[in-house]
Nanobody
Framework: QVQLVESGGGLAQAGGSLRLSCAAS????????MGWYRQAPGKQRELVAA???????NYADAVKGRFTISRDNAKNTVYLQMNSLEPEDTGIYYC?????????WGKGTAVTVSS
């Protein structure tokens, strides 16, 4: 009932920046958590950052100080500002949201960081 659409992925050089967006649509009553996961080639999907409707945030150690997650509750949109990108940040980034007991996933947006 909830659809998530990511945008903003692309190519960047090491040290550059990208901003990802994820917009939720459909039957939205009260989304509690929105966040970002990523999956690098040959790796498992991992949490990058997450935020609750109340404003609390959680970051993976690898991105602390470089990435910032933010959320516009009125637009049901979550953002991921990625600065000081590293080649290790390369992967498919997936938007995630939870509403009550349901979990929703976007189809992903590719991020490639060249060395």
């Amino acid at each position: 009932q909830v659809q998530l659409v990511e945008s903003g992925g692309g190519l960047a050089q090491a040290g550059g920046s990208l901003r990802l967006s994820c917009a939720a649509s459909g039957i939205i009553v009260s989304i509690y958590t929105m966040g970002w996961y990523r999956q690098a080639p040959g790796k498992q999907r991992e949490l990058v950052a997450a935020t609750t409707s109340g404003g609390s945030t959680n970051y993976a150690d690898a991105v602390k100080g470089r990435f910032t997650i933010s959320r516009d509750n009125a637009k049901n949109t979550v953002y991921l500002q990625m600065n000081s990108l590293e080649p290790e940040d390369t992967g498919i980034y997936y938007c995630h949201a939870s509403q009550y007991a349901m979990n929703y996933w976007g189809k992903g947006t590719a991020v490639t960081v060249s060395s």
